[in-house]
């Protein structure tokens, strides 16, 4: 069954590159989600992608209560192609013309492999894009208020395990010192956390020691004792096989997808770890996002929307526990009655 509204593909008449792009619900609102530029063997492999993207953003808005829906898109790169800035800028051009054919349905943001810096060039032709730069009226890298919401989320973990929310000497491991995982180290520093961190670039090390973090290495950081573990690196993180190694009492991070099949949180929930949605774990940046360029809020009143990440998180584990279910059923069971589908 078509579980979508819209699918689009085109090929760019520029780039004579793939674009696809899916708007999977406009159930709540007009649909949002980033522009993903990646290497796929196929454009179907794109394809395959935008609707998953795009039905996860469906579940983002949902749960965090914004009156958007998701949408995604995909330019589906052949393996090996580099793009220059002309033709970078011909690609984005494209894409900004698919988007205009939806008449203000869908507004884009910045995804994997690509910035702030595209949404300036995809606004000059269409008004129905978010994160562009500030000088140019945009929010900008939504990396800070990603972090600022994960915080939310790892406040709650700690209150529902340890009847505090205060982090001060909890141990949390950090796996990415990416974008996101930079300013979230940062944060988990200044709350006194006992923070070990990892990542594959060993030019990240340096980072570990200016905030007197552990460094650990990556190849088996899973197997090390913490209480939280923060997955902020890529997804498919958690597979029946590494469920195995883990050894903590949480899981709550940014990184998207990090289940590797949904049968993993069954997995968890068997082991007693929470497993908290990364869908509302890392929710903060397109909250920021949407509710400042699309909503008009303030900083203020949108900062207080990414912080309510802690109420969400609060809510989905008290329903669990109650429940005796895994808060990711009681997080796809929220999303699902906020869309009328249940
Ligand atoms: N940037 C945002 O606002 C945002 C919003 C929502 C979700 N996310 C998700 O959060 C995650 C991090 O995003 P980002 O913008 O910081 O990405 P990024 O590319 O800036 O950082 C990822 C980091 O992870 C490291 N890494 C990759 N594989 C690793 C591994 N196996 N072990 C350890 N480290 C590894 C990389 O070297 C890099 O430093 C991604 O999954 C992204 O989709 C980001």
Same mark, same amino acid.
């Given at each position: 069954? @078509?579980?979508?509204?819209?699918?689009?593909?085109?090929?760019?008449?520029?780039?004579? *590159?793939?674009?696809?792009?899916?708007?999977?619900?406009?159930?709540?609102?007009?649909?949002?989600?980033?522009?993903?530029?990646?290497? &796929?063997?196929?454009?179907?492999?794109?394809?395959?992608?935008? @609707?998953?993207?795009?039905?996860?953003?469906?579940?983002?808005?949902?749960?965090?209560? *914004?009156?958007?829906?998701?949408?995604?898109?995909? +330019?589906?790169? =052949?393996?090996?192609?580099?793009?220059?800035?002309?033709?970078?800028?011909?690609?984005?051009?494209?894409?900004?013309?698919?988007?205009?054919?939806?008449?203000?349905? &869908?507004?884009?943001?910045?995804? #994997?492999?690509?910035?702030?810096?595209?949404?300036?060039?995809?606004?000059?032709?269409?008004?129905?894009?978010?994160?562009? =730069?500030?000088? !140019?009226?945009?929010?900008?890298?939504?990396?800070?208020?990603?972090?600022?919401?994960?915080?939310?989320?790892?406040?709650?973990?700690?209150?529902?395990? &340890?009847?505090?929310?205060?982090?001060?000497?909890?141990?949390?491991? !950090?796996?990415?010192?990416?974008? +996101?995982?930079?300013?979230?180290?940062? @944060?988990? /520093?200044?709350?006194?956390?006992?923070?070990?961190?990892?990542?594959?670039?060993?030019?990240?090390?340096?980072?570990?020691?200016? @905030?007197?973090?552990?460094?650990?290495?990556?190849?088996?950081?899973?197997?090390?004792?913490?209480?939280? !573990?923060?997955?902020?690196?890529?997804?498919?993180?958690?597979?029946?096989? $590494?469920?195995?190694?883990?050894?903590?009492?949480?899981?709550?991070?940014?990184?998207?997808?990090?289940?590797? $099949?949904?049968?993993?949180?069954? *997995?968890?929930?068997?082991?007693?770890?929470?497993?908290?949605?990364? &869908?509302?774990?890392?929710?903060?940046? #397109?909250?920021?996002?949407?509710? /400042?360029?699309?909503?008009?809020?303030?900083?203020?009143?949108?900062?207080?929307?990414?912080?309510?990440?802690?109420?969400?998180?609060?809510?989905?584990?008290?329903?669990?526990?109650?429940?005796?279910?895994?808060?990711?059923?009681?997080?796809?069971? !929220?999303?699902?009655?906020?869309?009328? $589908?249940?």
């Amino acid at each position: 069954m @078509l579980d979508h509204e819209q699918i689009l593909i085109r090929r760019g008449p520029r780039s004579g *590159l793939p674009i696809v792009l899916a708007v999977h619900s406009t159930a709540l609102g007009p649909a949002a989600g980033g522009l993903r530029l990646w290497h &796929y063997p196929g454009w179907r492999d794109g394809l395959t992608d935008a @609707l998953r993207l795009s039905s996860a953003m469906t579940l983002k808005f949902a749960a965090a209560g *914004l009156p958007s829906g998701g949408g995604k898109t995909v +330019v589906a790169l =052949p393996p090996g192609t580099e793009l220059d800035p002309p033709s970078r800028r011909d690609v984005l051009r494209d894409v900004a013309e698919v988007i205009n054919a939806l008449d203000g349905t &869908y507004a884009v943001g910045p995804d #994997v492999g690509t910035s702030p810096a595209d949404m300036a060039v995809i606004g000059e032709t269409t008004p129905h894009v978010f994160c562009k =730069p500030p000088h !140019l009226g945009g929010s900008g890298d939504s990396s800070p208020h990603t972090a600022q919401g994960t915080l939310a989320a790892l406040h709650a973990v700690s209150h529902h395990l &340890y009847g505090d929310r205060d982090l001060d000497g909890r141990r949390m491991t !950090l796996i990415g010192l990416g974008h +996101v995982g930079e300013h979230l180290a940062r @944060l988990l /520093t200044a709350e006194n956390a006992d923070l070990t961190v990892t990542d594959i670039d060993p030019a990240k090390r340096p980072l570990a020691e200016e @905030l007197g973090a552990t460094w650990h290495s990556s190849a088996t950081i899973l197997s090390k004792e913490t209480d939280i !573990l923060i997955p902020a690196a890529l997804g498919g993180l958690l597979t029946a096989q $590494t469920t195995h190694d883990l050894r903590c009492r949480a899981i709550a991070g940014p990184a998207n997808n990090q289940l590797d $099949t949904p049968e993993v949180a069954g *997995l968890l929930h068997r082991r007693g770890i929470l497993w908290i949605p990364d &869908y509302v774990v890392s929710a903060g940046g #397109v909250i920021n996002a949407i509710t /400042t360029e699309l909503h008009h809020l303030d900083a203020t009143q949108s900062s207080t929307r990414v912080n309510a990440i802690e109420t969400i998180v609060t809510d989905l584990l008290t329903t669990a526990a109650t429940q005796d279910t895994t808060p990711a059923q009681a997080g796809h069971d !929220l999303a699902q009655r906020r869309l009328g $589908t249940t």
